[in-house]
């Protein structure tokens, strides 16, 4: 049962705009939230985290926001860069949790 | 530099041959953690320690073992009873592996094991 979803497997966005990736969850225990970024044949690359207490984080290009009451986190690039280019993953953890649980990803593609 | 490390890159195993992925971390991490990746998919919790000596199994243990004799490594085992080994694994670790890890888990570059 996937408590964990992103419902957008791929995503297209120009150089310089706004990438939104979407996460919603099931599981109102879960109370820390990451992202992750992959390359193919690579492990994933954490890039950005939130934990429950808060509505909104930011670390340079990417901010992830938080809405508790819909389960729902979107995680903002901005300006999109092709480097920018791979798969995000949501995870997230409860506070019993010992590991993550995450999202399928989303494969975001910057186009020049 | 500190890191995880995980050999080979790519691996080929005949059916029904037992298969050890190799996973070593520098950071003086306590806890650690293997993940199973499969096309389209998230990645699947297959066993994780706290500790050294200390290991538990995840959402997907049947068929893999591990161990964890040394804080360093954390070796899986793919078993012949595991029916579909072939995969893309990740070993990661965190700083923390109490009963609430916060900690963020950093990940290896992964092993593609393909079972012929």
């Known amino acids: 049962d996937q408590q964990v979803k992103q419902n957008s497997p791929s995503l297209s966005v120009q150089e310089g705009r706004i990438s939104i990736l979407n996460c919603d969850y099931t599981?109102?225990?879960?109370?820390?939230f990451l992202w992750y970024k992959k390359y193919p044949a690579e492990g994933p690359t954490f890039l950005i985290s939130i934990s429950s207490i808060k509505d909104k984080n930011e670390d340079g290009r990417f901010t992830v926001f938080l809405n508790k009451s819909a389960k729902h986190l979107s995680l903002h690039i901005v300006p999109s860069q092709p480097g920018d280019s791979a798969v995000y993953f949501c995870?997230?953890?409860?506070?019993?949790?010992?590991?993550?649980?995450f999202g399928k990803g989303t494969s975001l593609l910057v186009t020049p | 530099d500190g890191g995880i490390t995980q050999s080979p890159k790519y691996l080929f195993r005949k059916e029904g041959q037992n298969v050890t992925l190799s996973c070593e971390q520098n950071?003086?991490?306590?806890?650690m953690y293997w993940y199973r990746q499969d096309p389209g998919q998230g990645l699947r919790l297959i066993y994780y320690?706290?500790?050294?000596?200390?290991?538990q199994k995840g959402d997907i243990a049947e068929g893999y073992s591990v161990s964890r004799e040394k804080k360093e490594s954390f070796p899986l085992t793919v078993t012949s009873a595991q029916k579909n080994p072939t995969a893309f694994y990740l070993c990661a670790s965190s700083l923390s592996g109490g009963p609430r890890s916060t900690d963020t888990q950093y990940f290896g570059p992964g092993t593609r094991l393909t079972v012929l």
């Open positions: 950071l003086n991490h306590d806890a």
């Open positions: 995870a997230a953890s409860d506070y019993s949790g010992y590991a993550l649980n």
């Open positions: 320690s706290q500790i050294v000596n200390d290991f």
């Open positions: 599981n109102s225990m879960f109370d820390y």
